[in-house]
């Protein structure tokens, strides 16, 4: 486990002793997913990121059981993400079961709010798709509205992953915070998209009065 690590942009295929691609998980918690694509993947490289230390050295302290020499963690806050990365050094983003933040004034700390996103885009490289896994329906829709507005490239939605429809391996993944049903939505919601090459427009007015109409709408 890395604590708020320095001088690692540029190193992580050292770190590794491999030039497989990088791959984040974060608000990792203990780590589950990013332990279970690196038994999927072992040619991949994956790092789990959270701020919560001691969920974190769950994944870690297995991680060392295992000798899965391919997966790491990073404790550290998400929107410190880019001092640990050079740009179009990660190949894809993973982010599993977060806090929904469902306060309309606690929207900019949702991970998939354009505040978040225009991080990603800085080390994600180019074309790299971003993994969305909740049990919210209010991130779930949340993050369409996001989607549509700012036009990014939806490649994936399902609004009930396990309605009988075939999944992935990676996707039958299941994590502890998954099990607790928290949300009690009875299903589980995901996403697929990727991020343009451009930085995003600046449409965060526009995001902020139509996340204030749903909110209405919801309460109406």
């Known amino acids: 486990m890395l604590e708020y690590p320095v001088a690692m942009p540029g190193k992580w295929s050292s770190f590794f002793k491999n030039d497989g691609p990088v791959i984040l998980e974060l608000a990792c918690g203990k780590g589950e997913y990013a332990l279970g694509?690196?038994?999927?993947?072992?040619?991949?490289?994956?790092?789990?990121?959270?701020?919560?230390?001691?969920?974190?050295?769950?994944?870690?302290?297995?991680?060392?059981?295992?000798?899965?020499?391919?997966?790491?963690?990073?404790?550290?806050?998400?929107?410190k993400i880019n001092d640990y990365f050079l740009p179009g050094e990660v190949e894809e983003i993973w982010i599993t079961f977060p806090d929904p933040q469902l306060r309309t004034s606690k929207a900019k700390k949702r991970l998939t709010h354009p505040r978040f996103l225009r991080l990603y885009q800085r080390l994600l490289r180019p074309g790299g798709k971003i993994h969305l896994k909740t049990d919210s329906p209010a991130l779930y829709r949340f993050t369409l509205s996001v989607i549509r507005l700012y036009k990014l490239d939806l490649i994936e939605s399902r609004d009930h992953l396990y309605s009988g429809q075939e999944i992935s391996r990676e996707?039958?993944?299941?994590?502890?915070?998954?099990?607790l049903d928290i949300a009690r939505s009875a299903r589980v919601f995901y996403l697929q998209f990727s991020l343009p090459g451009p930085e995003l427009p600046d449409k965060d007015n526009e995001l902020k009065e139509l996340i204030i109409e749903q909110e209405a709408d919801r309460r109406g």
């Open 171 to 179: 996707l039958s993944i299941r994590t502890y915070y998954e099990s």
């Open 37 to 79: 694509l690196g038994a999927l993947y072992p040619e991949k490289n994956f790092i789990g990121v959270d701020i919560k230390g001691n969920r974190i050295w769950v994944g870690a302290r297995k991680a060392l059981k295992e000798n899965m020499n391919n997966v790491a963690f990073i404790r550290s806050q998400i929107d």
